[in-house]
């Protein structure tokens, strides 16, 4: 397992939050997730707790990015850095229950994406990825194709390679391309579920901004929309909408294909088609002559 940065590489910082020295009391892994085996908590003697974790250098780049949109605090950066093993970084341990699925997303959080949208709207923070026409392509091709045939190739189900050519089909669909040319981009979480979110002491957090990406804010919205949020009125434009759409759901589509099976991944197909069919109208209408 990769180990993590030396303390002496952060405590400076948590020492500096504090407002005191500090030393690390113990550490232990993190539960759940996909990276859990590269994050820890470490307690500190002052009483309180941080997150030190191995990670993408684009998380790096988006928790850097956060740091100066003006009202946002959490999650807040403490350090970050890169040595022979990779980049890594620390935050507070936020103490609380995930969001369950049948849970409102907090006002905080809606609150806390509308000022992240607002500040980098039109802007690229630096090593954060751009969602334009190649990007889109190779996420098909590298990530949710190989998941569909891989589907395919185990059960022996047509469906999934029905899935697959549509797959192929769409990674080059002009009304995709179209709209991602006309939409403002900003900052993006990228993977905006409400297991990101926290029910923390002081207010809901949204961490674990490793999937940010460079994307029209409606990406953010149809994420948690996926999943029964009610989203505050004044967000996306009908084009915005209908990408979105589309792209939750073939973005997800992998994960699906892995671990739900051929109805789940055949439900998704169909509401990205429908999202799909109709972007081309609400295109036309946004865009007469």
């Known amino acids: 397992m990769t180990p993590p940065p030396p303390d002496a590489a952060w405590l400076p910082a948590a020492a500096r939050w504090a407002g005191a020295p500090v030393a690390v009391t113990g550490r232990a892994p993190l539960a759940g997730g996909y990276v859990a085996a590269a994050v820890e908590r470490v307690a500190l003697d002052s009483g309180a707790a941080v997150v030190v974790k191995r990670t993408h250098p684009r998380e790096v780049a988006a928790m850097r990015a956060l740091a100066v949109v003006p009202g946002v605090d959490r999650p807040r950066l403490l350090a970050a850095g890169r040595d022979a093993h990779g980049s890594w970084l620390v935050m507070p341990f936020y103490d609380g229950p995930a969001l369950d699925d049948a849970g409102d997303v907090p006002a905080a959080v809606w609150a806390m994406l509308r000022r992240v949208h607002a500040h980098w709207r039109g802007r690229r923070p630096r090593g954060v990825p751009v969602v334009d026409a190649r990007w889109w392509r190779d996420m098909i091709a590298t990530h949710t194709l190989p998941a569909v045939r891989g589907a395919r190739d185990r059960t022996g189900d047509a469906r999934f390679a029905e899935v697959a050519d549509l797959l192929q089909a769409w990674s080059v669909d002009a009304r995709l391309r179209a709209a991602l040319a ?10 905006a579920h409400k297991g990101n979110v926290l029910l923390a002491d002081g ?18 919205h149809a994420t948690l929309a996926a999943q029964g949020a009610s989203v505050p009125a004044g967000g996306a434009g009908e084009v915005e909408r209908l990408w979105a759409q589309v792209q939750v759901h073939v973005q997800y589509l992998g994960f699906a294909a892995d671990h739900l099976g051929v109805e789940r991944v055949t439900e998704m197909v169909q509401t990205a088609a429908r999202a799909l069919d109709a972007l081309g109208p609400a295109l036309r209408e946004e865009r007469p002559g």
Do not use: C, E, F, S
Not at 182 to 191: E, K, N, R, V, Y
Not at 204 to 218: E, K, T
């Open 182 to 191: 006309l939409l403002p981009h900003t900052l993006t979480h990228g993977d």
């Open 203 to 220: 207010g809901a957090v949204l961490i674990d901004w490793g999937n940010a990406r460079v994307a029209p804010a409606g990406l953010d």
